[in-house]
């Protein structure tokens, strides 16, 4: 039995979307208003969270959703904080000791004269930019001398867990070994970065769309002099 009444927009209200949507399956195979099945959905729900009856179920939720909005303000805040110091978005499900990193590498022309460069960002938000040049290669050497770089860098600085983000598939298939090259250089500079990945007790690398991997990218568009 149902303490207190309510109208079925206010039933409406107070049920998950999941809740509306069972509520109308369960009204037409049992032959009930739809008013009736979501009393009963939200009762068992009442029950399941250890509240008395659909009323307190209503405050429980509601205070369950002010939470959220709290919290999604202080994630806002915190957002327009790491804007304003220059730090990178952290990507989700990352160990709050873990360094983060992104690299790219260009070549102007295609084989040409390369630009690489990487980013390093701390736990605590600092953040590192380093940049260098060979004198001549294509868009691959120019990939793969930003992902050394990065790893060179992160072990100078004595980073144990790292997570390494990139926008080019070739190398990330590569060090990754979803797609294994047999080209000799290709084999040399994978390699190279499995020997380099040997130093940190866990290592990612990601690839990321280049409009994410934008700060890394401008640093490549530098001219060297």
């Known amino acids: 039995m149902i303490d207190t009444p309510f109208t079925y927009a206010q039933l409406v209200g107070i049920a998950t979307r999941a809740e509306r949507k069972f509520a109308l399956r369960q009204a037409k195979r049992q032959q009930i208003s739809a008013l009736q099945a979501l009393e009963g959905i939200l009762q068992l729900g009442a029950t399941k969270a250890d509240v008395g009856n659909i009323a307190q179920l209503a405050v429980l939720r509601q205070q369950q959703a002010n939470e959220q909005q709290v919290l999604h303000a202080a994630r806002q805040t915190e957002k327009a904080a790491d804007r304003k110091n220059g730090r990178i978005k952290t990507a989700p499900n990352v160990s709050e000791h873990a360094w983060l990193a992104w690299f790219d590498g260009s070549a102007v022309p295609n084989p040409g004269k390369c630009r690489f460069a990487c980013i390093l960002q701390a736990p605590h938000g600092q953040v590192f930019e380093y940049a260098e040049h060979l004198e001549?290669?294509?868009?691959?050497?120019?990939?793969?001398?930003?992902?050394?770089?990065?790893l060179k860098q992160a072990h100078k600085h004595a980073v144990s867990q790292l997570?390494?983000?990139?926008?080019?598939?070739?190398?990330?298939?590569?060090?990754?070994?979803?797609?294994?090259?047999?080209?000799?250089?290709?084999?040399?500079?994978?390699?190279?970065?499995?020997?380099?990945?040997?130093?940190?007790?866990?290592?990612?690398?990601?690839?990321?769309?280049?409009?994410?991997?934008?700060?890394?990218?401008?640093?490549?568009?530098?001219?060297?002099?």
């Not at 001549?136 to 990065?150: H, K, M, P, Q």
């Not at 060090?175 to 290709?186: D, G, I």
């Open 136 to 150: 001549y290669g294509d868009s691959c050497d120019a990939e793969f001398s930003g992902l050394i770089l990065t």
């Open 163 to 225: 997570l390494i983000h990139g926008d080019s598939q070739v190398v990330i298939d590569e060090v990754n070994q979803r797609k294994k090259s047999s080209l000799p250089r290709m084999i040399e500079y994978r390699q190279q970065v499995q020997a380099l990945c040997q130093f940190f007790e866990t290592i990612q690398i990601k690839w990321i769309p280049r409009h994410k991997n934008s700060r890394a990218d401008a640093l490549t568009q530098h001219t060297t002099s």
